[in-house]
């Protein structure tokens, strides 16, 4: 065990005498402007974090327990007795106390808003391992978006092969299936495993009435009283995040059936409605030429308001109810629609319910193209689902961007698709604790005395500027096979920075390439003008340059620019697939002027 541990000695000193030799010059210069004979005491910390680090509420008592959470290095003579040596000043920074996103935050965003008022991390055939076409369908892929923080997960139902029960697949494919029920009682177990706040379960429907009353029982029979059924049939507004924590919330478009049955009753309501208001205006009339008064009128409308609540549904409206499930209606707590018409009709607004409209990526880009301020306009109140389009059978990703700026809240994408579209996706979700409901800007959902709302390509000032220092980076050493990148040399590393958000807000930069060095030290500066920070995502990429082949990846993340804390801070970074280093990070430096 000592020699272990001597051997971590040993490795923990050859990387400090490394970054010590190679750290950037700003670094020594502020060392030495806090500190006195070489020594950061805890008082000069206490001063760095507040005059650097912008950490206006750091107290005395924080510097120094991060003195004394450093003092396992005590072995390497980097700590000495009253405070820290350059050597373990460098460690906190490059620590995992000191991270580009407040660790204490948490849930920090106001949640008792309608759940319309928030971006929800969304998932699309969560139940699929892979491509759309072949791959495994199984409870698995929904575990791990559930433990990722995901809220919304997507099940297909169809009736399995002897037709007596429900089965998860994507249906004319040869995706083989998984039992619905195993699909339920893996969401109940996992659903709030990551956030406590509402896992909402988005149903497309292709099963029978008999089999939709079977989805009934097993649905209450597995969460119970953890499921959410409003009292009303639909909901005017819908409720908050935070008065539906530990709930889980079914999502789908009711039976056709069902449909068929309102849809007569509405036009039934508006048929005795056109017939009262023919019956007033007849009785005004003759009221008016007898009394010359408005007396009548009053009275007529009071009487047909109390006519309207004790009208009768017709035979039919009657017949195509008795041929629903009942029990499987009051399961949805959010309505999904589907109308007919132009998008124009799709993006109607209903004052007297909320609704969820999904729209693939190629219809929403034409939504916004032709309504883009009506579909803000919908998303005020109601839900929209954007989803990936049916020829990304590979299970790749849009940009969801595209549908943040319009205020969508369901921006549904693959989560075993993965890449830049899905590492954004990553990136908004850090935002608030990462409990999966990240609060829009209030100028998404508001509108001015005109009723104009927000445009996402309008030219707009510059609201501030992230200045970005990328200093240096270091663990590709101990996180990579030392032949990965170059099976003769060290790799060459560069840096990739950038903005993702509004059109003109979004753009990429990059550091020079950096040969054959494990800790690369670019030291570069670079500034972002933003003239909507609240939607701007920090993109970081590092890669291994290669003048004859693609480069090879080194490590990326995503991070939300209104949630940066300002100063020197560590950066981890993420692989392909989302999953972080043990050791790569960068530090970087963050400034807004």
């Known amino acids: 065990m000592w020699k272990q541990s001597y051997r971590v000695c040993l490795c923990f000193r050859r990387r400090f005498n490394l970054r010590m030799a190679e750290a950037p010059d700003e670094i020594k210069r502020l ?14 910390l206490h001063r760095f974090m507040v005059e650097v680090q912008k950490e206006e509420g750091a107290t005395r008592e924080d510097a120094q327990a991060i003195v004394d959470s450093l003092r396992e290095l005590r072995h390497l003579n980097v700590l000495l007795r009253k405070g820290l040596s350059f050597e373990a000043f460098l460690r906190y920074l490059f620590g995992d106390v000191n991270p580009p996103l407040s660790s204490n935050q948490g849930v920090h965003h106001d949640m008792d808003a309608p759940l319309s008022h928030y971006f929800i991390y969304t998932g699309h055939n969560s139940y699929l391992t892979g491509n759309q076409i072949s791959s495994d369908s199984s409870d698995v892929p929904i575990i791990k978006a559930l433990q990722r923080g995901v809220r919304v997960i ?38 709030f495993s990551a956030s406590e706040y509402p896992v909402i379960i988005t149903f497309e429907d292709h099963i029978t009435p008999d089999l939709q009353a079977k989805v009934a029982e097993m649905v209450t029979q597995i969460y119970g009283d953890m499921l959410f059924c409003p009292e009303v049939e639909c909901l005017k507004e819908f409720p908050s995040p935070e008065s539906l924590k ?31 208001e023919t019956d007033e205006e007849a009785s005004g009339k003759e009221s008016s030429q007898l009394e010359g008064g408005d007396s009548a009128a009053g009275d007529s409308s009071e009487s047909d308001e109390e006519d309207n609540n004790h009208e009768e549904l017709p035979e039919e409206s009657e017949k195509a109810q008795r041929d629903v499930a009942p029990e499987y209606v009051r399961l949805i707590a959010i309505h999904a629609v589907k109308r007919k018409g132009g998008l124009k009709n799709y993006l109607r607004i209903n004052p007297d319910k909320v609704t969820r409209l999904s729209l693939n990526e190629q219809k929403f880009e034409k939504a916004v193209a032709r309504h883009g301020k009506d579909t803000i306009r919908f998303t005020q109140r109601n839900l929209l689902r954007v989803f990936p389009k049916a020829t990304r059978i590979d299970s790749s990703n ?25 590492w954004l996706m990553h990136g908004m979700f850090r935002a608030n604790g990462g409990c999966g409901y990240v609060k829009k800007p209030e100028f998404l959902m508001k509108s001015d005395p005109d009723n104009e709302v927000f445009d996402p390509k309008a030219k707009l000032p510059v609201k501030t500027t992230l200045k970005v220092n990328v200093y240096m980076g270091e663990g590709w050493y101990y996180d990579f096979p030392h032949t990965h990148f170059d099976a003769y040399s060290p790799p060459d590393f560069y840096a990739r920075v950038g903005i993702a958000g509004v059109p003109v807000d979004t753009v990429m930069k990059r550091t020079r390439a950096l040969e054959d060095n494990w800790t690369p030290v670019w030291n570069e500066e670079f500034e972002f003008p933003l003239t909507v920070p609240e939607l701007a995502l920090l993109r970081i990429e590092v890669n291994d340059y290669d003048f004859s082949e693609k480069p090879d990846f080194g490590g990326q993340t995503c991070l939300p620019v209104w949630e940066l804390r300002r100063g020197i801070r560590s950066v981890p970074l993420y692989d392909h697939e989302g999953e972080k280093f043990r050791s790569v990070r960068l530090l970087m430096r963050f400034q807004f002027v």
Request: hydrophobic letters at 35%.
């Open 31 to 44: 060392f030495v402007q806090y500190s006195e004979n070489g020594i950061m005491t805890a008082h000069h």
């Open 154 to 191: 997507e099940l297909d139902m169809w009736p399995n092969s002897s037709k007596d029960d429900i089965d998860v697949l994507h249906g004319g494919t040869l995706t083989p299936p998984v039992q619905l029920i195993k699909c339920l009682r893996s969401i109940k177990e996992h659903a």
């Open 246 to 276: 530990k709930r889980i919330i079914v999502s789908t478009k009711p039976p056709k059936k069902y449909i068929e049955a309102q849809e007569i009753r509405v036009k039934e309501i508006e048929k005795q409605k056109r017939k009262a």
């Open 398 to 422: 849009y940009n969801p961007m595209l549908g943040w700026r319009y205020g969508a809240q369901m921006v549904a994408l693959n989560m075993q698709g993965h890449g830049k579209s899905l």
